[in-house]
């Protein structure tokens, strides 16, 4: 499967983001879809109920058929709407705080969770005062975000998948780390100011109760304190620290990646993510060797490795946004759920400590926040937000964004 980017959303004008929603893959099915169920849906009723029985009944002729009857069908698309709309609170503090007074959405969507009242906003509000003109457009992408984590949830959810990360991590744990040992680590990266606050590859760091900060700071440089709690892998030649970080990908975050790449979440490989975090370019080496062979028996097998530590493989990665100081040993394994019936892809990396600092504490892509709102600023906000109406630049280069990049700092 190609990992590829889309074109950023053009909401420079209401014409030009319409037309980038029908361009995209994903997006123009929907709207299409939604325009589809307010033709289709009768007049509301006073009553939840009904209107939550008449949109379901819409909503899997449209759609398809859905395990769920028809008011429980409306109920719990309702619930995916509320959560939006978390999500969305979320997102403007972490990454556009200081606009939020801006992004202020209009109070009607912002409470609405009742589909058919969203599809009433897009399609029925007439007006062209400012409020108005919000109102119909915020309805939009409420309503197709709302459809699509509702769609995730009823396919593959964040409860399936935790299950899943659950037994994998179990298994994991078994083969690659030693039972019942674990203490605190003390690392200090180097962060060099001239060069984008990256680590530098000579880290500090010591096991025991007591930090041992490094005896010299290298000149340019400043050192951060990092304790953590490691746990143990060894081999013929001895232990080894290993600090582990799993992750579950949530419906949200798999409704941005649709929104992103235009592909359907069923193609995600990193729903269920795990990293080993080791101290060396020794340890790198032995742990990857102690990690394949751990991962070639069953319910394991490994699907594909990537090494971008190998300059070669580096330059030819496949996702065009991650970042070349982004390093890692990156595999992709295949686990059978025997509970589900079905095998489910794993992503696993085995990184340098040096490189782990990176994602935390550079101020370039290869920080995982910064990666993130470089994404964000080309797909879901212009989309979510867009400047038409809420008058915030998100394109790469204005002083919108780079206000809101220097503020991640």
């Known amino acids: 499967m190609s990992d590829h980017t889309l074109p950023p959303i053009d909401d420079e004008s ?3 983001w319409m037309q980038s929603i029908m361009d995209h893959p994903i997006l123009g099915h929907e709207y299409l879809c939604m325009q589809q169920a307010h033709q ?20 899997q002729d449209i759609y398809g058929w859905s395990r769920c009857s028809s008011v429980t069908l409306g109920w719990l698309f309702r619930g995916k709407a509320a959560r939006l709309q978390e999500a969305d609170r979320a997102l403007v503090n972490e990454f556009a705080r200081h606009m939020s007074g801006r992004l202020e959405s209009e109070s009607r969507v912002w409470n609405a969770s009742n589909p058919a009242r969203l599809l009433q906003h897009a399609f029925k509000t007439t007006g062209d005062d400012i409020l108005s003109r919000k ?5 939009i992408p409420r309503y197709i975000m709302s459809r699509l984590l509702f769609e995730i949830d009823q396919t593959e959810s964040e409860v399936d998948v935790s299950d899943q990360a659950d037994d994998i991590l179990q298994e994991f744990m078994a083969r690659m780390f030693t039972d019942r040992k674990s203490k605190v680590i003390h690392f200090y990266p180097f962060l060099n100011e001239g060069n984008h606050y990256l680590a530098n590859r000579d880290l500090a760091w010591n096991v025991g109760e007591e930090p041992q900060p490094p005896d010299n700071v290298l000149l340019g440089h400043v050192s951060e304190h990092v304790p953590t709690n490691c746990r143990f892998l060894e081999d013929d030649q001895g232990e080894m620290p290993g600090i582990l970080h799993d992750r579950v990908k949530g419906d949200f975050s798999s409704g ?10 069923q193609d995600e490989f990193d729903k269920r993510a ?11 080496r032995r742990v990857d060797a102690l990690f ?16 971008y530590y190998d300059p070669e493989v580096s330059k030819k990665r496949r996702n065009p946004d991650s970042s070349m100081d982004y390093l890692a040993i990156r595999y992709i394994l295949m686990y059978w ?5 079905k095998t489910v892809p794993v992503e696993a990396n085995i990184q340098l400590v040096a490189d782990h600092a ?52």
């Not at 109102?135 to 309805?139: G, I, K």
């Not at 394949?292 to 090494?307: C, K, L, T």
């Not at 709102?373 to 797909?379: G, I, M, P, T, V």
């Not at 867009?386 to 990049?405: C, E, H, Q």
């Open 358 to 409: 990176n994602t935390k504490y550079s101020r370039c892509d290869a920080r995982h926040t910064w990666y993130r709102f470089k994404q964000l600023c080309r797909s879901y906000f212009p989309f979510r937000y867009p400047r038409f109406v809420f008058g915030v630049d998100f394109r790469a280069g204005s002083s919108d964004y780079n206000k809101m990049l220097s503020d991640l700092v």
């Open 292 to 307: 394949r062979a751990a991962m070639v028996n069953e319910p394991f097998s490994i699907h594909n490795r990537q090494d």
């Open 40 to 59: 289709a849906l009768p007049a509301l009723n006073a009553g939840r109920i009904e209107d939550d029985e008449r949109f379901g009944g819409v909503y």
């Open 14 to 16: 209401y014409e030009s």
């Open 256 to 265: 941005l990646k649709m929104l992103r790449k235009g592909t359907r979440h």
């Open 274 to 284: 795990l990293t080993i975090v080791v101290m060396n370019e020794d340890h790198l």
């Open 337 to 341: 759920d025997e509970r589900k019936g």
């Open 135 to 139: 109102r119909r457009v915020e309805a």
